[in-house]
C-alpha cells in the first residue's frame, strides 16, 4: 500500500500548491478515487486472509481424517462467518 500513500501525499502536495489552481478540482476527484480504492483494497485482503484460514482450518480438519459430515458443517458454519463479517 506505500504507492497509495506515496500518491496521496503528492495530491496532497498538488492540493496546497497555487500554481496548479486550475487542476485542484481534478486533485481532489483523484484523491477522492484513491480513498475508495484503498477501502476497497483493505476490505479484499481481510476477505483474503479470513479466506485463507478458513481453508487452513479445513486442511487441518482433512489431515486429521475428521468425517466428512461434520468437515461438511464446519466449512459451511465457516463460510457463513466469513460471508456475513462483510454484509
Known amino acids: 500500500m506505500v ?9 496532497q502536495t498538488i492540493l496546497s500548491s497555487s500554481d496548479v489552481a486550475d487542476l485542484k478540482s ?3 476527484i483523484l484523491d477522492s478515487a484513491l480513498d475508495e480504492v484503498e477501502e476497497l483494497l483493505d476490505v479484499w485482503v481481510d ?8 481453508l ?5 480438519f482433512l ?12 466449512a ?3 463460510f457463513r462467518k466469513t460471508i456475513t463479517a462483510f454484509q
Open 63 to 74: 489431515q486429521l481424517n475428521t468425517p466428512a459430515f461434520f468437515m461438511q458443517k464446519v
Open 56 to 60: 487452513l482450518i479445513i486442511l487441518v
Open 3 to 11: 504507492s497509495f500513500q506515496d500518491s496521496r501525499l503528492s495530491l
Open 76 to 78: 459451511v458454519m465457516l
Open 26 to 28: 481534478h486533485a481532489q
Open 47 to 54: 476477505c483474503q486472509t479470513k479466506a485463507c484460514f478458513t
